[in-house]
Nanobody, 123 residues
Framework: QVQLVESGGRLVQAGGSLRLSCAAS????????MGWFRQAPGKEREFVAA????????VYVDSVKGRFTISRDNAKITVYLQMNSLKPEDTAVYYC????????????????WGQGTQVTVSP
């Protein structure tokens, strides 16, 4: 059974940094891509970043380029999202996802999802 467990979300001031983690288990992910999505209150789920497990190829949404970095640790089977220079508009629940295609930007390309972790950025 595939499990994706996010952690690291909390309240932080604007300009601060956070690192989110997504621990994956339940299958071999070498042929998968891992993505981070976010959903703010009253808004649709939005793609943030993705990484292909095999070669670490990455993609980002324009609004986080230069501020966020996605990476993976093969030994720990964990994907990270390093978030710097946080803004209040980054406030959302952040979800980790795994999919056979990718690194993809569409939520429909992902088969497995975590429960999410709340990130709140105060002004």
């Amino acid at each position: 059974q595939v499990q994706l467990v996010e952690s690291g979300g909390r309240l932080v001031q604007a300009g601060g940094s956070l690192r989110l983690s997504c621990a994956a288990s339940g299958r071999t992910f070498i042929n998968y891509a891992m993505g981070w999505f976010r959903q703010a209150p009253g808004k649709e789920r939005e793609f943030v970043a993705a990484i292909r497990w095999s070669d670490a190829n990455t993609v980002y949404v324009d609004s986080v380029k230069g501020r966020f970095t996605i990476s993976r640790d093969n030994a720990k089977i964990t994907v990270y999202l390093q978030m710097n220079s946080l803004k209040p508009e980054d406030t959302a629940v952040y979800y980790c996802a795994a999919g056979i295609r990718g690194p993809a930007k569409e939520a429909s390309d992902y088969n497995y999802w975590g429960q999410g972790t709340q990130v709140t950025v105060s002004p």
